[in-house]
């Protein structure tokens, strides 16, 4: 079957770097998103990977190793405002985005 | 207006009533999507149209009966539907379908609370 695992709920303080990490197993692989989605709005798009490796875009970066079924977001610099949960998903050979369930970030002054 | 937008954002309904979601997207994309969120799971998706043509139901219930009159509309028809249909109602489009790559937009959501 297909499946996404991500951890539910991670804490970190303000200034400090948090990594983010998701496993996953599709049928068929197309590249693997991340989305940020604060609480009662819209998910955003982060970052897409369908390379293995770091790709940088300012605070946040994301990581990817398609040997290992597995992805990295790190994110930098740690402000108030990126308190939200960060959904990983990829896609499978349908083009169709399989969902993890999300994991909620608690950031700390 | 520009992105997504979905109404209504939050709805209440009885078992009993019939009520429609509305997404609209003015990006000019031709795939759209109805994803349903419930607390700590993961999305559903719901159904996938691309250019009008319904391409994907993933054994939704027959009580969700979706419509998509142009690629830039969509609807969400409700009839009869349970208590643990309460969840939070996404739209989102894409450029294309079958094309990796490009990432899904998302609408706010209609918060629904069936009673």
């Known amino acids: 079957g297909q499946n996404i695992d991500q951890p539910t709920e991670m804490t970190a303080t303000e200034g400090a770097i948090v990594q983010i990490n998701c496993t996953y197993q599709?049928?068929?692989?197309?590249?693997l998103f991340w989305y940020q989605q604060h609480a009662g709005e819209a998910p955003t798009f982060l970052s897409y990977?369908?390379l293995d490796g770091l790709e940088e875009k300012g605070r946040f970066s994301s990581f990817l190793s398609r040997s290992k079924g597995y992805s990295y977001l790190l994110l930098k610099e740690l402000q108030m405002k990126d308190s939200a949960s960060y959904l990983c998903?990829?896609?499978?050979?349908?083009?169709?985005?399989?969902w993890g369930a999300g994991t909620k970030l608690i950031i700390k002054p | 207006e520009t992105g997504v937008t979905q109404t209504p954002r939050h709805l209440v309904m009885g078992m009993t009533n019939k009520k429609s979601l509305k997404c609209e997207q003015h990006?000019?994309?031709?795939?759209m999507y109805w994803y349903k969120q419930s607390a700590k799971k993961p999305l559903e998706l719901m159904f996938v149209?691309?250019?009008?043509?319904?391409?994907e139901n993933n054994s939704v219930p027959s009580r969700f009966s979706p419509e998509c009159p142009n690629s830039s509309h969509l609807f969400l028809h409700l009839h009869t539907l349970q208590p643990e249909d309460s969840a939070l109602y996404l739209c989102?489009?894409?450029?294309?379908?079958?094309?990796?790559?490009?990432?899904?937009?998302f609408g706010p959501g209609t918060r629904l609370t069936v009673l």
């Open positions: 989102a489009s894409s450029l294309n379908l079958r094309d990796s790559g490009y990432e899904q937009f």
């Open positions: 990006l000019g994309h031709n795939a």
């Open positions: 149209y691309s250019l009008e043509e319904r391409v």
């Open positions: 599709t049928s068929g692989f197309n590249g």
């Open positions: 990977n369908v």
């Open positions: 998903a990829s896609m499978d050979s349908n083009y169709q985005l399989i």
